[in-house]
């Protein structure tokens, strides 16, 4: 890590730290051990709220004892109003399923834009329900669905119909009552396109409206409960207490249909990681750190300590990566209670030192905690992580052969490494399940699978390109090469945009026997905002969203910033 970063000899901040390269960042092992910041998309869209005071209201509830009807949550910003509307069902347990392809759910959803009336609530009830089967229209924003999570779900509603608070032992367990099997945006089944929203402050910036209807469902799950138990026990029943209410989240179970994500998205996925890169070059360029931003340091990474006790996860490679963070995190703590942070430039000092002791979880975990006592150095950096994907999709049809070997030389050394010849550099293949409708990681050996192959292999399908290359003159044009062999238009493209975007290429092989696909998942949710990963293979993982977020009546400039980490107790 030193190797990449040098300091100006200049008086207060140094503007002169480099960010760390794509070489370091963009391999899949550092991806998958990469934690939420505050930059992370749930955190800039609950600023956003508090900041400009959005008003929160439940205008319709109609919902019986048996959990069946719909409700509407509305919020309203200094512009526009949004409202998610919500149908609640009465689904036995033996319908109950996590699958893409269930057919019945707990609770379905959709964000709509504005105030919704009778008519549009028709509609969506029509329609809504059967998600994928049904059909929505431009005025819905996001369309989702969710089940409980029974076993907590159950033990809250009955002990709030008893009269009693539950344990919070019990709700840290699971950390959510529901969980989404999808939050869909972005012109599906109908709903908006991104573009017609994208110009909008409020939703400009990436997920941001798929972040509102998450954290409007979490009120949802809250709501539902309380119902329920007050219908089940009349007399007796209580309102769940709003500190215990905050502990809890919104699960999310998600597989292999988001990994190809970062790998489909270059120009996003650039835009993303160089902000987040930017954040912590300018934390390490600080000449020196004051107390109170220590203090603040030392309080997150205490309780983050104590986030990453919660953290529960089956599977053995995971489990141990938990198990070694927990033992960096103690070692981060006492190396600064030994004084790390006294000396000049004390922020780069830590992450040099994390870079050689460290784990990588350890490492990507200390570099989130150093920029939170830093938002007015580095939370407009959230302004710049959207991205015009079309925009960049062009091909200079001009460039000489000779520049365009050279990108590939430059920015795909690490794949030059890989001997694609051999069976295991390329034995995995991305394709689309027809049965799941989404994309699947199968095996090539597989004939019947053979010839649906996704083009998410980019590193063999470079130096399938620059092994074309080398049969044709320095001075011919890619016009004149694709013109003669249009198959590799994708890989020309993917160099001509790293060329611009050195963040956009993720630095491993993903088709390979090595690959370990929650590793995109990982990255990806990281960005999100979630915590608690619980990976149950090495292709799906559990998380939960909005964990410790306040909810409306809380939301203030103050809470919104601190939240994702467990508070400490008063001993």
């Known amino acids: 890590m030193r190797e990449l970063h040098t300091h100006s000899d200049v008086n207060g901040n140094d503007p002169g730290t480099a960010l760390r390269s794509p070489e370091t960042v963009m391999r899949l092992a550092r991806m998958g051990s990469m934690h939420q910041s505050r930059l992370s998309f749930m955190r800039v869209l609950l600023r956003r709220l508090a900041s400009e005071n959005w008003k929160f209201s439940r205008p319709v509830w109609n919902i019986d004892s048996t959990g069946e009807g719909h409700a509407v949550y509305a919020v309203m910003g200094p512009a526009r109003t949004y409202s998610l509307v919500a149908f609640a069902h009465d689904l036995p347990d033996e319908m109950r399923s996590d699958r893409v392809i269930a057919t019945a759910w707990d609770a379905t959803f959709a964000l709509f834009d504005g105030t919704p009336d009778e008519g549009d609530i028709a509609r969506l009830a029509l329609n809504v329900p059967r998600q994928e089967a049904g059909r929505v229209s431009g005025r819905e924003l996001v369309l989702a669905r969710a089940n409980r999570s029974v076993r907590l779900f159950d033990y809250v509603r009955r002990c709030l119909g008893e009269g009693i608070q539950p344990d919070a032992r019990e709700l840290d367990s699971v950390g959510y009552l529901m969980r989404t099997t999808a939050v869909y945006g972005s012109g599906k089944f109908g709903a908006a396109d991104r573009e017609s929203i994208c110009e909008r402050p409020e939703l400009a910036g990436p997920f941001q409206v798929e972040m509102l209807a998450v954290y409007l469902i979490r009120l949802f799950t809250f709501d539902i409960v309380e119902h329920l138990a007050q219908c089940d026990s009349p007399s007796t029943a209580v309102k769940f207490a709003t500190t215990l209410r905050e502990t809890l989240g919104v699960g999310n179970s998600t597989g292999l249909g988001m990994a190809p994500f970062l790998i489909n998205h270059p120009v996003l996925i650039n ?41 529960h996860t089956d599977h053995p490679a995971k489990s141990i990566a938990v198990d070694t963070l927990r033992t960096d995190l103690a070692r981060l703590e006492q190396h600064v209670a030994a004084g790390a942070l006294a000396s000049t430039f004390p922020w780069d000092v830590l992450a040099v030192w994390a870079g050689e002791e460290l784990s990588l979880e350890g490492q990507e975990a200390a570099l989130s905690l150093i920029l939170e006592p830093y938002g007015a150095l580095i939370d407009s950096l959230a302004e710049t992580m959207k991205a015009d994907e079309q925009a960049q999709f062009p091909i200079n049809g001009a460039m000489r052969l000779r520049e365009l070997k050279q990108l590939i030389r430059e920015n795909y050394n690490f794949a030059a490494s890989i001997d694609f010849s051999q069976p295991a550099s390329q034995s995995r293949i991305w394709y689309t399940s027809q049965e799941k409708l ?3 990681l199968g095996e090539r050996s597989e004939p019947v699978i053979a010839g649906y192959e996704q083009p998410l292999g980019t590193a063999r399908d470079v130096m399938a390109l620059l092994q074309c290359l080398a049969t044709w003159p320095d001075e011919d044009t890619v016009a004149k090469l694709l013109m003669a062999e249009p198959g590799h238009r994708h890989a020309v493209r993917r160099a001509q945009i790293v060329q611009r975007f050195p963040y956009a290429e993720i630095r491993d092989n993903t088709v390979g026997d090595g690959l370990f696909p929650i590793d995109l998942l990982r990255c990806k949710l990281s960005f999100f905002g979630a915590t608690h990963f619980d990976p149950k293979t090495d292709r799906w993982v559990r998380i939960a969203m909005y964990r410790g977020a306040p909810t409306p009546e809380n939301l203030t400039p103050l809470t919104a910033e601190d939240w994702v980490y467990p508070r400490l107790s008063a001993g």
């Not at 990681?273 to 997150?300: K, M, N, P, W």
Request: aromatic residues 10%; charged residues 30%; without cysteine.
């Open 271 to 311: 835009n993303w990681i160089t902000a987040r890169e930017t954040a912590i070059a300018r934390v390490r360029s600080l000449r020196q750190a004051y107390a109170t931003e220590i203090a603040i340091f030392g309080d997150r990474l205490r309780r983050a300590r104590l986030s990453a006790d919660l953290w």
């Open 438 to 440: 989404e994309p699947r």
